[in-house]
């Protein structure tokens, strides 16, 4: 490099920040000795601010914009005023540029299952995941409490801890807020929103922001999954003994499917079932006693309609056809039908009337 090209280069100096990662929070322009040339342009960009640290110390930060690093409160860093350093100034200023874009689709879970108290089915444990989006808000606490000096600072380095925070707020907030397990799938955004707001302090302790906080899934665990599949199926179910008829049922087919069982399962699922419902039947275990049997509906008396002299008269019930008998006003030949029979027929042929024309004693033989 001639001598020319070293006498331009500390006379001016561009500082500015292009990020092609995507997961870079704070990155620190790298200069020669960390010489900040007075005069120097300072380019900060949308998503971006830049933290002037001077001699160890946080002296600004910059919004968006177009600086010239050339007020009173900018030290002179060139090297050609110091001629007796060799070159080498002993004014030391570094420039930390901070990503403060949303940083999305983070990732937090519960690690070990969650305690709670559940109105419902008592004491149980849950698990949560979700996804969250995190923002620098205070680029110059961000810096001091969080990234001190580290030249390149990554999302990786405090997803963790955030995670934990998260995790923490999510178990206070579920065990104070007394909704039941199953209604937790409908409350998941206010959920969301509680937990984002019960974290915000601690955020803003590190300059940082959650704007944003998902609740994706609330598991119970399996053995209680189960528990409430059975109690759905039963629900579907309806009848109980029905539904026993049809385990028992399915338990045989598939052990005549299983060719490893044979016979001896087959016999064990059918034995199982008689079992179940002998026991629902007698009020065991299996099911609550079995209400008492209705009696049978009472039989349907038929109406007659009587057929005389080409006129129809009734309905006549059984007894106003007893009556008739008795007064001679009908006999075994008058025609007679009720509902469903097929035509008219002779009363004496019709069972349920024929028992009329014995109550009377026939007429003397040969008479």
Do not use: C
Not at 205 to 230: C, F, H, M, T
Not at 332 to 358: N, P
Request: glycine share 10%.
């Amino acid at each position: 490099m001639g001598i020319f090209d070293f006498l331009t280069g500390e006379f001016i100096d561009v500082i500015h920040w292009t990020d092609k990662t995507r997961d870079t929070m704070v990155w620190r322009f790298e200069r020669e000795g960390h010489e900040i040339k007075y005069g120097a342009k300072l380019t900060v960009r949308e998503g971006q601010a830049a933290v002037f640290v001077h001699e160890g110390q946080l002296a600004d930060v910059f919004t968006p914009g177009l600086y010239m690093l050339e007020t009173n409160n900018m030290p002179i860093m060139t090297t050609l005023q110091h001629w007796d350093h060799g070159f080498q100034s002993p004014f030391k200023s570094e420039i930390y540029y901070v990503n403060t874009t949303r940083f999305s689709n983070l990732k937090w879970g519960t690690k070990n299952p969650i305690m709670v108290r559940d109105p419902e089915f008592g004491p149980t444990r849950l698990r949560a995941f979700g996804t969250y989006t995190v923002k620098v808000a205070d680029p110059a606490m961000f810096l001091r409490e969080i990234v001190g000096t580290d030249g390149e600072f990554t999302m990786d380095e405090i997803s963790y801890q955030i995670r934990n925070i998260i995790v923490q707020e999510f178990s206070r907030v579920i065990a104070q807020s007394g909704i039941p397990v199953l209604d937790m799938a409908a409350n998941t955004a206010d959920l969301g929103k509680l937990i984002a707001s019960a974290i915000d302090p601690t955020m803003k302790q590190y300059g940082l922001s959650i704007p944003e906080l998902y609740i994706e899934n609330i598991s119970l665990p399996p053995a209680v999954e189960d528990a409430l599949d059975k109690r759905t199926s039963m629900g579907l179910a309806g009848d109980l003994g029905k539904f026993t008829q049809y385990s028992a049922a399915e338990a045989m087919t598939s052990a005549a499917n299983n060719p490893a069982g044979g016979g001896m399962a087959a016999g064990l699922g059918a034995g199982m079932g008689m079992a179940m419902a002998g026991q629902m039947a007698q009020g065991g275990p299996w099911g609550a006693a079995p209400a008492a049997a209705a009696p049978p509906p009472p039989p349907v008396e038929h109406v007659w309609h009587i057929a005389a002299g080409g006129e129809v008269t009734g309905p006549f019930s059984k007894a106003a056809m007893g009556r008739m008998v008795t007064e001679n006003k009908l006999n075994r030949d008058s025609m007679v039908w009720t509902q469903g029979q097929d035509g008219w027929i002779a009363a004496g042929e019709v069972t349920e009337l024929a028992q009329l024309f014995t109550i009377m004693p026939p007429p003397p033989p040969g008479v």
